[in-house]
């Protein structure tokens, strides 16, 4: 099944990031017809400086090959290398209606956090509808919060396909269940706009540093805890096994422990989960000449796809040769 999924080269990719998405996107790629990509276009909604965009662009590519993505298996490229897109989203863009953005819950959500509320940003859905349908990809992989962007591609698809004949596959939605939202030092959903993120790549002692920083309440270290309300004990479940786990939620409801014990232990956790994959993260930043191969040839073969599809949706509304 061709699956396809893109992540946003904001920032330093972070532990949420991973949890949320990559380690999905990382177990797909063996059955399945993977197609990945870096999404600059949506990056520029918040008006990035040019040169820390170009430098998170090869600190994603680095964080995902260091991590196993299978560039032999997997499409993985640059979204600004297939033009083909973003020509698609503006013939998508004369059959949406107005409403139907307006309805986009994410650019509310956006604004409310702060950023200018820009035409891109508000046209950010429908961009998202053309990386989707550009590949004829049958599965894509989502959190729960972006179910709607799933049920808007659907819903244009099936729109064109009605008034131009059958032209585009319509995708199906894979909600990523098996992983809570991932907390940040500060209880909040772990986002880089909340400055709350612990980096999967940032040194050891950093990483070791924001654990202990982590926001836990006042409950006094001989009283007992309530595990299911702690920051600490919800990234634990992400990194401990399931005996250990069990003995932790044992020590939380006995009382007699502090949250520094817990947060000693996370660390140590983190930075031994990760510690594998940093020889190779700091092999790949060194060797951006690779980086950039895997980028090309990955754009080449998405190109390939894009310009089949494009060409059928050119020639439903017209625009023929």
């Known amino acids: 099944m061709r699956i396809l999924s893109g992540i946003q080269p904001s920032g330093k990719l972070h532990i949420g990031n991973y949890f949320g998405a990559m380690r999905q996107h990382l177990a797909m790629q063996h059955d399945n017809e993977a197609y990945y990509f870096i999404a600059e276009y949506h990056a520029l909604t918040s008006n990035p400086d040019p040169e820390k965009l170009h430098e998170n662009v090869f600190g994603v590519a680095a964080d995902y090959l260091a991590l196993g993505l299978e560039p032999e298996k997997t499409v993985f490229w640059r979204q600004s290398d297939v033009p083909e897109v973003?020509?698609?989203?503006?013939?998508?863009?004369?059959?949406?209606?107005?409403?139907?953005?307006?309805?986009?819950?994410?650019?509310?959500?956006?604004?409310?956090?702060?950023?200018?509320?820009?035409?891109?940003?508000?046209?950010?859905?429908?961009?998202?509808?053309?990386?989707?349908?550009?590949?004829?990809?049958?599965?894509?992989?989502?959190?729960?919060?972006?179910?709607?962007?799933?049920?808007?591609?659907?819903?244009?698809?099936?729109?064109?396909?009605?008034?131009?004949?059958e032209t585009f596959v319509i995708p199906k939605d894979h909600i990523v269940e098996s992983v809570a939202v991932v907390p940040g030092t500060d209880g909040r959903k772990m986002s880089k706009s909340y400055d709350n993120t612990i980096q999967i790549f940032e040194p050891e002692k950093q990483m070791r540093k924001k654990v202990m920083r982590i926001q836990t309440d006042s409950t006094p270290v001989e009283e007992p805890k309530d595990p299911d309300k702690c920051n600490v004990f919800a990234l634990l479940k992400l990194f401990a096994d399931e005996s250990e786990l069990a003995d932790w939620d044992s020590r939380y409801r006995s009382g007699g422990m502090g949250y520094g014990d817990a947060k000693k232990r996370l660390a140590e956790l983190m930075v031994e989960y990760f510690r594998p994959y940093r020889q190779r993260r700091e092999e790949l930043a060194a060797d951006h000449d690779y980086l950039r191969k895997v980028l090309k040839d990955g754009a080449e073969r998405a190109r390939a796809q894009a310009r089949k599809t494009l060409e059928r949706a050119r020639l439903a509304v017209g625009l023929r040769p």
Request: glycine share 6%.
């Open 86 to 165: 973003v020509e698609l989203e503006w013939i998508l863009s004369c059959i949406t209606p107005v409403g139907l953005m307006q309805r986009c819950v994410s650019y509310k959500d956006k604004v409310a956090q702060g950023l200018s509320p820009n035409h891109g940003l508000f046209s950010y859905p429908l961009l998202q509808v053309a990386d989707i349908l550009a590949f004829d990809s049958e599965l894509v992989p989502v959190g729960a919060d972006q179910k709607q962007h799933i049920e808007i591609t659907r819903d244009i698809a099936m729109r064109f396909n009605n008034i131009y004949g």
